[in-house]
């Protein structure tokens, strides 16, 4: 009889553990902080470029995942701290380019459990040395392919 009632206690807190499972929340919410660029020729097809060196102000140490890499779009984190990033793109010692970004920042609690989310939008250009540049979206998110295109 002793085992019985085990068994059925047992079963019943296997059970309650499953169920609660189902209150852990999910905390990927489809936001993003990196920015979405494209290059393009002036026909609208990607054209692939080499930088020599990719950095943001306040982020000395750059992408060196993009140097001397061939590319034709890129994806850069903006800063949460503050209202506008600025990159520098080296392709070589005498083409240095540089876009200034502006946007907007709202900081929003998901779950206590998760924490903040920040939340990108309004993004615009204050400067750029390209000279062609065109807003494809002002949103940044997860499933944005591009926020800008360059056509060179």
Known sequence: ???KFLNKWLVVIGLGLVLSCGDIPTCVDG???LVKISFVDSLGNAKKITLAS???IGNENGFSEYADTLIDKLALPLNPGALATTFIFEQDSAATDTISLSYSVITSLISPECGLDVIYS??????TSYEKLIILDLNIHED???NFEITL
């Open 1 to 3: 009889m002793g085992y």
């Open 31 to 33: 936001e993003t902080s």
């Open 54 to 56: 990719l950095k943001a």
């Open 122 to 127: 309004d993004l615009d250009t204050t400067f």
């Open 144 to 146: 944005i392919i591009t």
